[in-house]
Each structure stands twice: as structure tokens, then as C-alpha cells.
């Protein structure tokens, strides 16, 4: 599985910034998505997850409120709405799967296939 990340950029704060990650898959595999970010410096740390159907996500504390994640299985993608951007938020942010087991997860080493990741910065 390959993923493409994309739709980081330079915002004010308060602003708001839709990312976007695409599958590339050369078989059949239903997966739970996440996204998680790096700041400079610091350890990558979760943001959001998904299930395979949608119907169960998850939130870091830090966005909860702010941020949105959702999934177009069809087209093999998914997104994170992020809104009210503070400039805590910068970092780069990755996208990120794992083999559906049931569940979705917070934890980066439960996440097999990992996109380049997007760059988010959010001037004050």
C-alpha cells in the first residue's frame, strides 16, 4: 500500500486547511486510516482515526472540536478537516493504515504503511 499525502501549506491562525491522503493499493485490503503529525523536535504523536466503514473515529484531546476525519473507501481516501488552526498545529502531518481487525488505534506501531507526510504551518 502506498500513500500520497497532500494539502499542507502556510495559514493564519484561525484558519482552516483540508488534507487529503490516496491509497495506492495493488489488491483488495479493507484498512483502518489515521493521521499523525511531527512537530520539529518532538516525537510523532496521533491525531485522528477511522474505521474501515466510517463509522467509528478517534481524536487526539489537542483537536477534539477542531479537526474531522473522514473517508471515501470507494475512492481509496481519506481526510482531515482541520479548522480554528493554532499554531501549535504546525507540523508535518502523515497519513497512515493498518489491516482492519475491528478496531482503530492511537498507537503509530500499530500502523503498517505510512504516506511522505504534508507540511502545516500555521503563523500566529
Known amino acids: 500500500v502506498q500513500l500520497q499525502a497532500s494539502g499542507g501549506g502556510l495559514v493564519q491562525a484561525g484558519d482552516s486547511l483540508r488534507l487529503s491522503c490516496v491509497a495506492s493499493?495493488?489488491?483488495?485490503?479493507?484498512?483502518?486510516m489515521g493521521w499523525f503529525r511531527q512537530a520539529p523536535g518532538k516525537e510523532r504523536e496521533f491525531v485522528a482515526s477511522?474505521?474501515?466503514?466510517?463509522?467509528?473515529?478517534d481524536y487526539a484531546d489537542s483537536v477534539k472540536g477542531r479537526f474531522t476525519i473522514s473517508r471515501d473507501s470507494a475512492n481509496k481516501m481519506v481526510f482531515l478537516q482541520m479548522n480554528s488552526l493554532k499554531p501549535e498545529d504546525t507540523a508535518v502531518y502523515y497519513c497512515a493504515a493498518r489491516s482492519w481487525d475491528g478496531s482503530i488505534s492511537s498507537r503509530r506501531e500499530d500502523y503498517y504503511w505510512w504516506g511522505q507526510g504534508t507540511l502545516v504551518t500555521v503563523s500566529s
Open positions: 477511522i474505521a474501515w466503514g466510517g463509522g467509528i473515529t
Open positions: 493499493v495493488t489488491t483488495y485490503i479493507r484498512a483502518a
